[in-house]
């Protein structure tokens, strides 16, 4: 095919031209900027709270996502499966110099698997309005889980009680019977 | 009779022991620390849009000025390490492929187009490429951690396919870069 210079309109506005903000500066935060959680057991949730602060002089609304991170701290691996982390809400409106905040919980499968496991996930919060720079931040969460030998002991209390219920019966059963006799005489 | 009961006692003892430590240690299980002093990140860009109009095939852009463009401040209370990531661009249903060795020959049949960033203070002319894959930024070939208040200046470079279909003419493009920051 022949070349031929042609001149593209892309009137490289890379943004959206209705915005107003277009040309304003981008700033908001996110705390805390780090969580750790330890002794997670596989089968159990944890829960805890993102607060995200809007510098902006209009509402803006952010939307929150799991990532990969490019640098994991030393001896984490990936966590397996970002769908066990979930957001309530998803995104949220805040309005200008104001913040809101964000439940977030991580479920691990109940599985011996995922036990003894060091895992780092980042937790991003962007702003659904994007122009050509885009801003966003990063919650580093660090992930450590526990055991699955507490499961284990937990059907071993249940076995036990039950067996120590069957022989307290037993021996309520047995003083009584020897008690009869006494009382017939 | 006494000593059957007590017996019995003492093997129920036997059984319970072993399941003692395990109830004991089901209490504070979990352990969610996010540190005492609430720490916030955050980093503001003062550059949102660069337009550059219309555009030939094969050509080079440079934001002006080259190195100090954009400002990012670190506003949060915690030092940052910063990320660079691209997108492919998109004109409606078409598409530029975002190159991921810096070249513009072309993806199969699609036009392909390459980004890159400039950190002020870097040797000059030495730009680094932006690619779809989320890497941390770099100056002087060594990850950049931005401290609390500081502030760190950088540039663009774009070069446009080396050749596009009049399908794309007068079309406008839509892409991002994004920048990232998390806790260093």
């Known amino acids: ?185 | 009779m006494k000593t059957g009961i007590l017996s019995i006692s003492g093997a129920i003892l036997l059984i319970l022991t072993p399941c003692l430590p395990a109830s004991a240690s089901e209490s504070g299980i979990i352990t969610i620390t996010m540190t005492a002093v609430e720490t916030t990140i955050s980093i503001s860009l003062d550059k949102a849009d660069w337009a550059l109009g219309e555009v030939p095939e094969d050509a080079e852009y440079k934001t002006d000025p080259e190195a100090t463009w954009c400002t990012i401040t670190n506003e949060g209370n915690v030092d940052v390490d910063l990320g660079i990531q691209g997108e492919h661009a998109e004109f409606s249903t078409l598409l530029w492929f975002l190159s991921e060795d810096g070249t513009n020959d072309g993806v199969d049949s699609y036009p392909e187009y390459a980004l890159w960033y400039h950190i002020a203070g870097d040797s000059e002319g030495s730009y680094t490429s932006i690619t779809l894959t989320e890497t941390s930024a770099k100056k002087g070939g060594e990850s950049m951690t931005l401290e609390v208040a500081d502030t760190e200046q950088f540039g663009l470079k774009l070069l446009t396919p080396d050749y596009f279909s009049s399908d794309y003419v007068g079309k406008e493009m839509t892409t991002h870069i994004t920048i990232s920051a998390v806790k260093a």
């Open chain 1, 1 to 185: 095919m022949t070349r031929y210079l042609i001149w593209l309109s892309i009137a490289l506005l890379f943004a959206i031209a209705s915005l107003p903000s277009a040309a304003q500066a981008q700033s908001f935060g996110v705390s805390p900027a780090e969580v750790t959680i330890d002794g997670l057991l596989p089968g159990e949730e944890a829960e805890f709270e993102l607060a995200i602060h809007n510098h902006y002089y209009a509402a803006h609304t952010f939307v929150l996502s799991t990532s990969h991170p490019w640098e994991r701290r030393p001896g984490r691996a990936d966590l397996p499966d970002d769908s066990w982390i979930g957001f309530s809400p998803q995104q949220v409106e805040v309005a200008a110099n104001s913040q809101a905040a964000v439940r977030v919980t991580l479920a691990i499968p109940s599985n011996q698997e995922w036990s003894d496991r060091d895992w780092e996930v980042w937790l991003g919060v962007t702003p659904e309005e994007k122009e050509f720079l885009v801003a966003n931040c990063y919650v580093r969460v660090l992930v450590s889980t526990g055991t699955q030998a507490q499961a284990g002991s937990n059907i071993g209390l249940i076995a036990g009680i039950v067996i120590a219920v069957l022989l307290l019966s037993y021996a309520v059963y047995y003083s009584r019977r020897k008690a009869k006799p006494e009382h017939q005489s």
